[in-house]
């Protein structure tokens, strides 16, 4: 693995219970720096699973505590009952109870504002989107419309995702019901713009909660009905802006180490399938082995293309 730079920032996506991945790969990696994860980075951007996970590392969680969560808490977070199983008939499938009672076990009461002035100093951006103002919300400890704001209620709004959970507060609901599913150009943006670091002396990683497998058969293809349309059309829109944002970074902040990681599925995952923790043990051991011998998602290997003479 090629050294950090001076400032290191952090940008995770949005995936459910496949937040385990990237806990799991923060752990291995803190092993092999011999430093917490709270110790590497200056800056965290999180979307949804990712929010929690920023917000973790925000607070001072190791990579070892968030993935001990992870692995404690699935279970009771995403609990099957009547309402789950039968959620078309409902507004969505969970209460937000045990997560928010989870959430307050290990982020305690702080407030955003709380974060910016800590010692030492950590910058967090958090993605939700308003339903009410149609657009996506970057919360962040340094801005005063969300200084008081309860780190809780952002990662909440963050990772309310329709029809899983509640809306939150009445119009906040998952930020990557926008563009921001991967927060990698948030985070770029945030160093730049906003921190005014020099993009030479950073390194932005970007890790991402595993790519569903390609599972259409080209045979089958043309013959869909319209309701089979569905699920390949929101993971195109998904997997799409993902790699997007990645395209986006690579491109207009080409001075930047930036350093994008993600594992390759090999049978799809539910956002909310406990049962698969295991498995997504060994996958955030494979993402975490990819962070330390610096294989780089192809995703990175998008290039803009010449314009014609």
């Known amino acids: 693995m090629k050294p950090f730079r001076k400032h290191v920032a952090i940008a995770i996506d949005g995936g459910g219970i496949k937040g385990a991945i990237v806990a799991r790969a923060l752990e291995i990696l803190e092993e092999h720096l011999g430093q917490g994860a709270p110790e590497i980075f200056e800056l965290a951007a999180g979307t949804s699973t990712g929010a929690i996970l920023s ?34 008939l409902a507004r969505y499938r969970y209460h937000h109870g045990p997560l928010a009672r989870a959430l307050k076990t290990y982020l305690g009461s702080l407030t955003m504002g709380d974060l910016w002035h800590s ?24 801005k005063a419309e969300y200084a008081s704001w309860p780190v809780i209620r952002a990662v909440l709004a963050s990772s309310s995702v329709p029809t899983y959970f509640p809306v939150v507060g009445g119009r906040y609901v998952d930020g990557g019901v926008g563009s921001y599913a991967n ?3 948030v985070a770029a943006y945030e160093v730049k713009f906003c921190l005014d670091w020099d993009p030479a002396e950073t390194t932005l990683i ?104």
Not at 292 to 308: R, V
Request: net charge negative; glycine share 6%; with cysteine.
């Open 55 to 88: 917000a973790g590392i925000a607070v001072g969680l190791t990579g070892e505590e968030m993935h001990r969560l992870y692995l404690e808490l699935g279970e009771t977070v995403f609990r099957k009952t009547l309402r789950s199983q039968l959620w078309f």
């Open 119 to 142: 010692s030492p100093r950590i910058d967090v951006v958090i993605t939700a989107f308003d339903l009410v103002e149609n657009r996506t919300r970057f919360i962040k400890p340094w």
């Open 183 to 185: 927060p990698c150009y």
């Open 206 to 309: 970007s890790l991402g909660t595993g790519r569903d497998p390609y599972a259409h058969d080209v045979a089958q293809v043309s013959r869909w009905r319209a309701w089979n349309w569905i699920s390949p059309l929101l993971g195109a829109f998904l997997e799409s802006a993902n790699d997007q944002q990645v395209h986006l970074v690579d491109t207009f902040f080409d001075e930047l180490d930036f350093r994008r990681f993600q594992v390759d599925l090999r049978q799809p995952i539910a956002m909310d399938d406990p049962s698969a923790l295991p498995e997504l043990t060994r996958y955030g051991e494979e993402l975490g082995n990819k962070i330390l011998n610096d294989e780089l998602d192809w995703a990175m290997d998008i290039q803009a293309s010449m314009a014609p003479e």
